[in-house]
């Protein structure tokens, strides 16, 4: 008669065995979590940080610690004299004590362009959507026409230099650019749910390691 020899056998592995987990494992998925929450976090101020770039400024920090933006290029959107077909310009005080001629930055164009920015992938949401490399290169090649519609209608409106539109044109495409392709096949958003499903993972292996844990003196 032939015997169940699987029924007699014992598993090596004892039932409901714990996950241990060390140290370098929970800083390691710390610092995953805190780069990609660093990542997430500053996706979000690239508008503010654009804005002041389009303004042609920059953090100046005196002597005396403070800290204050002062205009040190020309900004890409101008306010026009229209009857001199040249870009406004005012003395003004800078926080080093000098006087100093500097443009009159539009800023009605600038928050123009950095709704569009906004509305083609510049946000909260599109870093962690699950978008197609197809679909991404159609919303660019859509992006980049409707872009240059509108900087070429009012490239003398908002007071943008004429041999600079084309550099113009393609900073701001890339800009979208970049955002939409962290976006491709939901890599950022993958990396998301592995990095969380690791924490996890490790929070359960120190649950089960205090569970498991026996007195040397029982």
């Avoid at 494992?25 to 976090?41: F, G, R």
């Avoid at 101008?78 to 406004?88: F, Q, R, S």
């Avoid at 100093?100 to 949401?125: R, T």
Wanted: net charge positive; charged share 30%; proline share 4%.
């Amino acid at each position: 008669m032939k015997t169940n020899q699987s029924s007699n056998q014992t598993s090596t592995q004892p039932i409901n065995a714990p996950t241990y987990s060390y140290a370098n494992q929970l800083d390691s998925v710390a610092k995953q979590m805190t780069s990609l929450t660093s990542l997430l976090l500053e996706s979000n101020k690239t508008l503010s940080t654009l804005r002041r770039e389009f303004r042609g400024e920059a953090l100046w920090q005196s002597e005396d610690g403070t800290s204050h933006w002062i205009q040190v290029s020309k900004p890409i959107f101008c306010k026009m004299n229209y009857k001199k077909d040249k870009p406004l310009r005012e003395k003004k005080k800078i926080p080093t004590g000098e006087e100093k001629e500097v443009y009159l930055p539009n800023d009605e164009a600038i928050e123009e362009i950095l709704s569009m920015l906004k509305f083609a992938g510049i946000n909260q949401i599109t870093s962690i959507t699950n978008i197609s490399e197809d679909n991404i290169l159609d919303d660019l090649k859509e992006f980049e026409c409707k872009l240059a519609g509108v900087l070429c209608l009012k490239q003398k409106e908002w007071g943008m230099d004429k041999e600079l539109l084309p550099m113009v044109q393609f900073k701001i495409k890339t800009i979208v650019q970049d955002a939409r392709f962290m976006a491709r096949q939901g890599m950022v958003l993958k990396a998301l749910q592995t990095t969380v499903s690791r924490v996890e993972q490790v929070l359960e292996g120190e649950r089960q390691q205090k569970k498991f844990s026996v007195s040397p003196y029982r």
